[in-house]
């Protein structure tokens, strides 16, 4: 379990102090995905290095499986570092070495023996699905399958926390969706916490258990990937299940509604909606698997004068209701 508690940190610069975390409350359950997202500056790079003790909180403590990190003296830390796995955008693997021999480096550095070494080499070259490549050569693989050993080479010395900064964001589409296979497969099998970094919202829906929405260094939102989405009109909610772009008609409004299909009935939601008679419809319903939930959204069209009707009616089937702000004066 990771817990960040008043955690902040100051970059002194020339022009003045940059406050790059500003009061971080976070807890992150073991064995679970935690996303982290936020605009470029909003502080995700500084968390993460927080969390590998690289860098030293101004205030505020970092806490990793009881050991508080970040009160730990420079002769400690290394041994603490090894509890804490990291992946980045770029591997950077050692092109003269082989796949086997990049992984096993970090053991080297660790003074691990040579016969132990190639056995726990040998061992998550398997976890990662290449333990028939271990005589190639990076320069052999592909993409995915160098993040591959990135992620063998990060979990070398058994840490319980993986941290993953932009671990896809120079993989396509096929490649992210093979990276993150194994690291739901880590979660899964070896019960190991993951902190992930991204600005991709598809990161986030595929692999992540709970989310965390960074601003100018502050906790936006955070929760459950279920509980966000179907908070209606929060940011992580528009982020992750963005709304259809409709050309709403003049006098006519839009009202919006998330759910989870396991308080609401897909069914009931319709139902709701045709008892309000021929003059609102339905025009977008859409039920998505997030985080082991379906999560369900609809958005109803209806005429401007009878928004708080649907509104009430919607409400009184368990959903909860957000009337979008596309009035006339909007679409002119
Ligand atoms: N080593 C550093 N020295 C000075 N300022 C830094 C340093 N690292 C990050 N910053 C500043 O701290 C803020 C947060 O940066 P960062 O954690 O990299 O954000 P993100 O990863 O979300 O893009 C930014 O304003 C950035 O310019
Ligand atoms: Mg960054």
């Known amino acids: 379990m990771i817990e960040l508690s008043a955690l902040r940190k100051v970059y002194p610069s020339p022009d003045g102090d940059v406050v790059a975390l500003d009061g971080i409350d976070l807890t992150v359950e073991r064995g679970t995905v935690h996303g982290v997202v936020g605009r470029s500056g909003a502080g995700k790079s500084t968390l993460i290095r927080c969390l590998t003790g690289l860098e030293r909180p101004t205030s505020g403590t970092v806490t990793v499986d009881g050991v508080t990190i970040s009160a730990l003296p420079e002769a400690r830390l290394r041994a603490a570092r090894r509890r804490t796995g990291m992946v980045f955008q770029h591997v950077n693997l050692l092109d003269s070495r082989t796949i086997a021999a990049n992984v096993a480096y970090p053991l080297e550095v660790a003074g691990v023996p040579r016969r132990q070494r190639a056995a726990r080499v040998a061992e998550l070259l398997d976890v990662v699905g290449l333990g028939d490549r271990a005589g190639a050569h990076p320069a052999q ?12 080479r990060a979990l070398a010395t058994e840490p319980s926390v993986l941290l993953c900064d932009e671990p896809t964001s120079a993989l396509d589409g096929e490649t992210t969706r093979e990276v993150l296979g194994l690291v739901r497969d880590l979660r899964d099998r070896l019960g190991i916490t993951v902190v992930i970094i991204t600005h991709e919202p598809a990161v986030v829906r595929e692999v992540c258990d709970a989310v965390t929405l960074l601003q ?20 992580l909610s528009r982020a992750l299940v963005p709304v ?8 006519r409004a839009l009202v919006e509604a998330v759910y989870s299909t396991r308080a609401v009935a897909t069914s009931a939601a319709f139902a709701a909606v045709a008892s309000l008679g021929d003059d609102v ?3 977008s319903a859409t039920v998505e698997p997030l985080a082991g939930e379906r999560v369900g959204r609809l958005i109803v069209d209806a005429p401007r004068d009878r928004v708080e009707e649907v ?4 409400r009184a089937a368990g959903l909860e209701p957000l009337a979008a702000p596309t009035s006339e004066e909007e679409v002119a």
């Open 141 to 152: 693989l592909s993409g995915g399958q160098k993040q591959r050993v990135g992620i063998a």
């Open 216 to 235: 100018h260094g502050r906790v936006v939102q955070s929760g459950a990937l279920a509980d966000v989405v179907t908070q209606v009109g929060s940011p």
């Open 244 to 251: 259809p772009d409709l050309p709403p008609g003049a006098r």
């Open 281 to 283: 419809e339905v025009t």
């Open 311 to 314: 509104v009430a009616r919607l």
